[in-house]
């Protein structure tokens, strides 16, 4: 069972920057961030694995940055140069592994919005 808790979600202008934080109560294999527009799907922004690899979806490369701190099991997105459309709920994600299985887990999400 893992619990994760986010945080830093707000309202910023466009061009300015949020960092969000998410707190895992266990360590975790991929840890990711997911945003979700109204009227949208679900869709990853950015992913690590334990060992720091990354991945970042086109449309935030070079503008956000996914990183973990595994003593704290959290992850961190800093956000620069946001946009209004990158509006949305964000969640973090986690997947725990514990064999045989593969188990994951969502935080609660965070509001981030860009006003024009």
């Known amino acids: 069972q893992v619990q994760l808790v986010e945080s830093g979600g707000g309202l910023v202008q466009a061009g300015g920057s949020l960092r969000l934080s998410c707190a895992a109560s266990?360590?975790?294999?991929?840890m990711a961030w997911y945003r979700q527009a109204p009227g949208k799907q679900r869709e990853l922004v950015a992913s690590i694995t334990s060992g720091g690899s990354t991945d970042y979806v086109d449309f935030v490369k070079d503008r956000f940055t996914i990183s973990r701190d595994n003593a704290k099991n959290t992850v961190y997105l800093q956000m620069n140069s946001l946009k209004p459309e990158d509006t949305a709920v964000y969640y973090c994600?986690?997947?725990?592994?514990?064999?045989?299985?593969?188990?994951?887990?969502w935080g609660q999400g965070t509001q981030v919005t860009v006003s024009s």
């Open positions: 994600y986690a997947e725990a592994r514990r064999w045989p299985t593969r188990l994951d887990y």
């Open positions: 266990r360590s975790t294999f991929t």
